[in-house]
């Protein structure tokens, strides 16, 4: 719920083409980061089906509104009586934004609003809105001095209309463009933020789905081919990413080949065939197809050839719910191109004081951005791990390492539609690295008695090919995991990377991302059952990794009994090293033993400790051993609703993190996200 009044923004553009919602995409996420509440709001939206850029919002941001409370008015009320879709608009925004500590709202889509210009509609609406407009103005073909009258004109218009202006922001700027404007931010033209999903194609067409995976149907179309030749010069003409027109009676002759090309590594990978004409493939071609597992999407429409090529050419891309690598483009392409701390300066946003999941993993997104660092992952042919990297490469996340084949990894990325060009890819078996890292390992470990032939063979292991490349300075971490085992990923790191000085065992924290704030638990995934000495260097390494990302330590050693109302051994390990973690660390705040009621309810603790700094207050809580750090940190998971990022790997000299099995996507690019910003220190 808003307190106070709300922070508003109205993006506004001057035509249909100006990628205006790639803006607001980015201002969404920019205030997302700051505040604990923030809404979208279409003055204006079409009737008869819902706003694809709300429902796009609301997804991507996780925003618990419903669809009616984010759309004003529709161009027919607008042309009916414009006067009153004004009220209406104003009406339904004040509404929205007491729910809200911030809201951006979008202007229309050029679609004649009924105002002697649409822009002008547009301003008048930001007025009695009470928002600043970001004047969103197209360079696409325009030179500067062109791009700079367009502001001009414009920014006129916003003024004659009574609105402020909180910035200019030009899209689609063509190479070395450059505004003499104050507040103004130009963004490059981005080729995938035009280019339309396989999804926009079937819009386009008025088609359906016939064979192939509806998780396809958000990967990007590069371009358009008509397949009306025979099949070997329709495969000495396709391209990366291309959709095919195929005139349905040829599907018979085409489609086969068309599918085996897709399939193989020697061939670009297609996006999309599009059968054209109404007709039904024959029984047998379909039986065929049936069981060669299609995942590739096979689209079916009516029309001839021509104006289905017509049609489809038009086609613009939108952004949709399931188009993730568009809108993960887009929220990379305004972070890289928008001073977003000027922006949120002069909106003057003051950060929340509560701390959501969806905060907390931004946050974590652009401080990796700022540090920009190399990251290996040695399951470079896990589906999971590519689509995590086609995000992280997006997003300027971190520079790219992947382990394994690389024929076979680029093949697989091609055929799922990701874009990992600037993904560099080494096979572990690369003769040149597999003997400098032979005899790095055998150096370090021939106090085992490893011989350099063993450690030949040994360093062709992803883990521990990895862990080389982190420990001579090729990558600056390493993530690993989703789908080998936790002992797998760090046992080269103990035995190659090892401990920081003064660090005397490697442990672990889950960052438990609760609804208004954000705790550290250690250790729940490595120390089976620490000694007293190993208990505190763990409370130590948490309360650093605590500060490090932004959580003040008040350090609670938790214990089935508080204070001095229980003895036994279990207690007393605790109790020692609560004493040990307070004579290393004086400045730390630090209770123990506490029972987690009396550390986490304030309550509690003024009945339990009255006079603890900690009880109550307690943001780090270390667990007595991993039993029972395991089932805590789950049961928060699943009780609470928390969202649990980890575990992440501490005490070493040099990052390397561990996945879960069944991690997802989201779960690895927090990962990755994490281990940058451990890299940068």
Known sequence: MSIGVPIGVYVAAGDARSNKGAIALGLLELLSRQVESVGVFRP????????????????????????????????????????????DIVARYRELAARCDAVVAIGT????????????????????LGTPVVNVVNGLGRTATEITAAIDVSCKEIVLQHAGILAVMVTRAGPGITVDRELAYVLPEERRLSAPTVADLIAGCDGHLLLGDEGQLGREVSGLMVGAMSLPNILDRITEGVAVIVPADRGAELLPGLLAAHRAPTFPALSAIILNGGM??????????????????????????????TRLSAVEGRFTPDATAKIETALGHFAANVDGPALLSRLRVAPAAAVTPLMFEFDLIERARSARRHIVL?????????????????????????????????TMAAQLGLALDAAQVISPFDEVLRDKFAVEYARL????????????????????????????????GMVSGAVHTTAHTIRPAFEIIKTKPGVGVASSVFFMCLADRVLVYGDCAVVTDPTAEQLADIAISSSVTA??????????????????????????????????????????????????????????????????????????????????????????????????????????????????????????????AITAIQAAG
């Open 44 to 87: 204006v939206v079409r009737a008869g089906g819902e706003d694809n850029l709300i429902q796009t919002a609301l997804a991507r941001f996780r925003l618990p509104l419903p669809y009616e409370a984010c759309a004003g008015v529709t161009y027919e009320d607008v042309h009916a009586d414009p006067e009153r879709a004004v009220a």
């Open 280 to 309: 039904e493939l024959p029984a047998t071609i379909l039986w065929l197809l049936n069981g060669l597992d299609v995942t590739l999407p096979i689209i079916t429409c009516g029309g001839d050839t021509f104006p289905t090529a």
């Open 445 to 476: 470990r021939a106090h085992k008695g490893v011989s350099a032939e063993l450690a030949r063979d040994t360093v062709t292991d992803v883990s521990y090919f990895g862990t080389m490349m982190v420990h001579l300075g090729l990558a600056d």
């Open 109 to 128: 889509d050029y679609t004649d609003v009924g105002a002697p210009t649409e822009f002008e509609f547009n301003a008048r609406i930001a007025a009695n």
């Open 547 to 672: 500060r490090a990302f932004g959580v003040e330590p008040r350090v609670a050693m938790l214990s089935y009994s508080t204070g001095d109302s229980g003895a036994g051994p279990e207690v007393d390990k605790v109790r020692l090293a609560t004493s040990i973690v307070r004579r290393l660390r004086p400045d730390l705040l630090v209770e123990g033993p506490i029972q987690y009621d009396a550390a986490a309810e304030p309550s509690v603790a003024r009945t339990k400790m009255p006079d603890s700094p900690v009880a109550g207050r307690a943001t780090v809580f270390v667990v007595p051993d991993l039993n029972t750090g395991n089932n805590l940190y789950k049961a928060v998971q699943r009780s609470a609703g928390a969202v649990a990022v980890g575990p992440v790997l501490q005490g070493l000299r040099k990052p390397v993190n561990d996945l879960s099995r069944g991690a997802t996507v989201q779960d690895i690019v927090n990962t990755v």
């Open 378 to 410: 040695p399951e470079g042919d896990e589906p999971r791990i590519l689509r995590a990297a086609d995000t992280l490469l997006r997003r300027g996340v971190a520079d790219l390492t992947l382990l394994g084949d690389e024929r076979k990894i680029r």
